[in-house]
């Protein structure tokens, strides 16, 4: 077991550096738009009867204000918060720079979650101000959230479609690497049984 993590090397290129900026870039959008709308009271349609923003709207729950009515519900999103961008963080430092739409990905879910992270250290709850309407009910959100959604959304599509692991892989690269990969097996497999003889 030891040996694995032993083997473990750490991956932090330019393109993570770049990703590293970036993610403090949406962090600073996400709070500074929590700040401003607090501040001005905004409230203006984006899109009728679709998108439209209203100043003051409070989730001292997380999604779907899940857990808003527990009294250890914010204890309890702060401590698996922390232990989420723990293995994040491990996650994307150890990741090779190849896989670097895994890891547009995880840079998008971080800046999310330390927005929300800071709302509820700060305030006990999220300051929320995009309304969205999803069929026929308004959800309230913010710009943490949407990295978060858009963050997830790209790991699931990278995972399924496009990286060398995928499970139906879909672009040339991703599949001349599984096909390597099993070359690879099936040589160490014959080579094997030729050391058993």
């Given amino acids: 077991m030891l040996e694995k993590f032993k083997k473990l090397k750490v991956h932090i290129g330019w393109k993570s550096l770049v ?21 001005d009271g905004w409230a203006f349609t984006v899109i009728p009867k679709l998108i439209k923003v209203t100043s003051g709207s409070r989730n001292p729950g997380c999604a779907f204000s899940f857990l808003a009515d527990a009294a250890w519900g914010q204890t309890f999103l702060i401590v698996m918060t922390f232990i989420m961008l723990a293995v ?23 800046a999310g979650a330390v927005g929300n992270l800071v709302d509820r250290i ?6 929320d101000f995009v309304d969205i309407n999803m069929f026929g009910n ?3 959100c ?5 990295w978060i959604v858009f963050g997830t959304i790209i790991a699931i599509i990278d995972i399924l479609f496009l990286n060398e692991f995928a499970l139906v892989p879909l672009t040339k690269r991703a599949k001349a690497a599984q096909k390597e990969r099993e070359e690879k097996e099936k040589s160490a497999e014959t ?5 058993e003889q």
């Fill in 19 to 39: 990703l590293i900026a970036a993610f403090v870039v949406l962090v600073l959008i996400d709070l500074l738009t929590k700040i401003f709308e607090e501040k």
């Fill in 88 to 110: 994040l963080i491990a996650v994307f430092i150890f990741l090779p720079e190849k896989y670097i739409i895994l890891k547009v990905a995880l840079s998008l879910v971080t």
């Fill in 122 to 127: 700060a305030f006990r709850e999220v300051r």
């Fill in 138 to 140: 308004w959800v309230s």
């Fill in 142 to 146: 913010n710009f943490a959230d949407f």
């Fill in 191 to 195: 080579q094997d049984k030729q050391d």
